[in-house]
């Protein structure tokens, strides 16, 4: 496009273009700013707790093995000395011969041997000591970082999505033309309106427009004219919304701005006593 062609109005519709696109695009930094600074607390928190665990899993292998080494210690005391009575010879034993030892008959041998022999107590012989390991406490896991639910996520994106789309659709209305371009006769219409300051009916504008047609020597038919400002009525009314009916005493309706309306949406009653009177 060149320079040359732009008009006031399609420069408006550029200025109003660039600067809802600047304004999507400074929502977005926004947003991502904050999930940013989420992420970076997130990641503070996990980096804290874990010096914490390596602590405790040192505390409890060392409880372990300062309470485990002196139980060995004295099981295996206990071990040696039994082994050692087992092995000691009998004085008392006469030596042994070889083959298979003769059951003995005598009631003295059978004594020696009781007395010799390591006394046994009634009962179910006692269990060894076991061995009591102290636990310390159990090592902190190490937390993972906590991850966004994915419905939060989605409703996140959603709701940026729907904003964006927003303000491109509001831009694109405002850097469209609205409507058709008026022309030479919806502006005649218009400022007959503004100039008499009261509702017109068509007459009324077809009244002005043959003067306007005889002033200028315009080459245009009686008929022809009337379909022009037909089709610039119905335009500002329907398409425009830049003329607004109004009730008129007879036959056909009369037509006004929209800024001469109330609050209910009629128009005020100053630009109605003209025509009634």
């Known amino acids: 496009m060149k320079k040359d062609h732009l008009s006031a109005q399609d420069l408006d519709a550029l200025i109003a273009r660039y600067s809802s696109e600047i304004r999507v695009l400074t929502y977005q930094l926004q947003q991502s700013e904050k999930l940013l600074d989420d992420v ?6 996990v980096t804290k707790s874990a010096p914490k665990a390596s602590v405790a899993k040192a505390e409890t292998t060392e409880t372990v093995v300062t309470t485990a080494a002196p139980a060995a210690k004295e099981k295996a005391k206990a071990k040696v000395k039994a082994k050692a009575k087992a092995n000691a010879p009998a004085t008392d034993e006469p030596k042994k011969r070889r083959g298979r030892p003769r059951k003995e008959k005598s009631v ?7 007395e010799t022999a390591p006394k046994r107590k009634r009962g179910r012989p006692k269990k060894e000591a076991t061995v009591v390991v102290v636990k310390g406490p159990k090592p902190v896991k190490e937390s993972k970082p906590v ?15 729907k904003a964006t789309t927003e ?10 033309p609205q409507g058709y371009r008026l022309s ?3 502006i005649f219409i218009l400022n007959t309106l503004k100039s008499a300051k009261k509702v ?3 007459a009324d504008f077809m009244t002005k427009a043959k003067a306007k047609v005889k002033k200028e020597n315009l080459n ?6 009337n379909g022009k400002l037909n089709r610039s009525i119905h335009k500002l009314v329907n398409k425009r919304m830049e003329l607004v009916k109004a009730e008129y005493p007879g036959r056909g309706n009369g ?3 929209p800024e001469w309306r109330d609050e209910s949406g009629n128009i005020q009653e100053k630009y109605m006593e003209k025509i009634k009177a």
Do not use: C
């Open 108 to 114: 003295e041998n059978g004594t020696a041997a009781a």
């Open 200 to 202: 017109l009916i068509s």
């Open 147 to 161: 991850k966004e639910s994915k419905p939060a996520k989605v409703k996140a994106i959603k709701g940026i999505k």
């Open 220 to 225: 245009i038919d009686e008929q022809t004219l």
């Open 40 to 45: 970076k607390k997130q990641y503070d928190s």
């Open 167 to 176: 303000l491109r659709s509001l831009a694109d209305e405002q850097s469209k």
């Open 255 to 257: 037509y006004g701005l």
């Open 184 to 186: 030479e006769w919806d």
